[in-house]
């Protein structure tokens, strides 16, 4: 009832805002109001198409998105264009020149005007078929722009870097050197002016995906723009979340993660590359525009819902002053997550386990909730059980309740606490149940396993629960 009224409050505000669309409950609360913005150019943001010989989804999903963001450009009464649509490589799943055909029509059949289409390839998946030269001179010819480019529209300019056309190098000195040239004439042209950069991997400890550990950032460009703060960075490669807080990130300049067209992946403690049971059926872009003023508003978008996941008004980035999506200060704006009063944990016993139920908790910071945890400990304290799931905040499905499964379990009596975090690790109170297992089951399949054969199929899903533990979580 508190949500309804929530929305039926603002509900004019948002109309203009995102005329036909259906906000979601996801979008950051913390944002500037935005009915009053009037943007002067508009382009869309992505990456990692994936387009693949064998099916035609990631192609179409090229399609429904330039649709979905010139229906939003049709229903700005103040400015009806779409100027641009960015791709930030990836473009294809195993670097064919096939695929490259298809994909170049699906943009082509998609664009309507004077869209310009910005793109770039590489390393890795546009680069399995064709060496790095004849890689850009196909792209080239397919869609008849440069694989690095400087374009400049409605005054600001795109500049965009592919894979270096030299096979043994990622990017090049002279594609660096090239890199900082731009960037001298696009700054002094209006050092006031925000310059739009756009390259497949994200620069190292930036956004989300970006860490050493995450395995998807690159250290190329640091050094050339921590010395441009108009700059604002695009970049693929890792698939996770944009609309997830840590996939903006605002340092010595600005830089954002595009998420993917074609699955979402993430880092959750010490499991790299987690991919949820529902990850393909993740497809997200930015809706990017900017008002006279150079205030930028940023909507991420869930492509195959039509629906917005989180939206951000960032005044003038290209100002040293505008800084207020640092880490440090997303961290310091993140409250921990309410459980409703007299929740309780529901759980239903299973050989060697149990599941659990919880209703879902609410954010308390505009951001959404991440992660669920379970522990469980036994008679005497002792944890005999650590372990998470997922909620589905990257797409744009409202859950009011979170299952989570315990197995492994011996027979005896058990504590449980759940508790709900943000991104930045911060978590509610806990909730607290006592759950019995009589029935111990098979910590690989959860069955129980009886005689001769079963002990020794008993012995095997023991090796195989060992190893599944060794090299991820199950």
């Known amino acids: ?39 002067v150019i508009r382009f869309v943001a992505s990456s990692d198409t994936h387009v693949k010989d064998i099916d035609n989804m990631t192609a179409e999903r090229i399609g ?25 490589g990836d473009l294809t799943n195993d670097g064919t020149k096939t695929e490259f055909d298809k994909f170049s029509k699906a943009v ?26 004849e890689l850009r001179d196909y792209y080239k010819k397919d869609t008849g722009n440069d694989a690095d480019f400087n374009v400049v529209i409605n005054g600001y300019h795109f500049i965009g870097l592919s894979a270096s056309p ?52 690159v ?42 067209i074609y699955y979402s992946e993430f880092t959750i403690d010490k499991t790299r590359t987690y991919h949820p049971d529902d990850s393909e059926q993740t497809a997200t872009c930015w809706i990017v525009e900017l008002d ?58 299973v050989p060697g386990g149990f599941n659990i139920k919880v209703p879902a908790a609410k954010s308390t910071d505009g951001m959404p909730v991440v992660l669920y945890r379970a522990k469980v400990k036994n008679s005497i304290g002792i944890t005999v059980a650590d372990t998470w799931t997922l909620p589905k905040y990257y ?35 806990a909730l607290e149940a006592r759950v019995t297992v009589t029935d111990e089951g098979c910590p690989y399949c959860h069955e129980p396993h009886e005689g001769f054969a079963g002990f020794f199929t008993l012995i095997y899903h023991y090796v195989a629960y060992f190893f599944a533990h060794l090299f991820g979580k199950m």
């Open 64 to 88: 429904k998105m330039l649709n979905m963001a010139y229906g939003m450009a049709e229903d700005d009464e103040n400015y009806k264009k779409l100027d641009a649509v960015l791709i930030a």
């Open 395 to 429: 797409i744009a499905t409202e859950q009011d309740e979170i299952e989570i499964d315990v197995y492994g379990l011996k027979k005896g009596d058990y504590t449980v606490t759940v508790v709900a975090e943000t991104a930045y690790g911060i978590d509610s109170d």
């Open 292 to 349: 006279a003023a150079n205030r930028m508003r940023l909507r991420g978008m869930d492509i195959l819902a039509e629906k917005c996941l989180c939206e951000y008004i960032l005044e003038n980035p290209a100002k040293t002053e505008n800084r207020e999506y640092t880490p440090e200060k997303r961290k310091a704006a993140s409250t921990a997550p309410e459980f409703e009063k007299g929740t309780e944990i529901e759980t239903t016993p």
């Open 1 to 39: 009832m508190k949500q309804f009224k929530r929305i039926f409050t603002f509900i004019l505000a948002l109309f203009l805002v995102s005329g036909f669309m259906s906000i979601s409950s996801f979008a950051d609360e913390t944002q500037t109001e935005s009915s009053d913005f009037v943007p």
């Open 166 to 217: 030299n096979d043994i190098e990622h990017y090049d000195r002279t594609q660096l050197k090239w890199l900082n040239e731009q960037l001298d004439k696009a700054t002094a042209e209006d050092p006031d002016r925000p310059v739009f950069v756009m390259h497949h991997e994200h620069n190292r400890d930036t956004v989300y995906g970006s860490s050493s550990f995450d395995g998807w950032g």
């Open 108 to 133: 082509k059949d998609s664009l309507r005007g004077d869209t310009k289409f910005l793109g770039v390839v590489a390393k890795n998946h546009d680069g399995y078929k064709m060496s790095r030269t």
């Open 219 to 260: 250290t190329y460009f640091n050094d050339t723009l921590k010395n441009y703060p108009q700059v604002v960075d695009f970049s693929g490669h890792s698939h996770y979340p944009l609309n997830d807080p840590r996939s903006i990130w605002q340092g010595e300049y600005t830089a954002l993660g595009t998420g993917a």
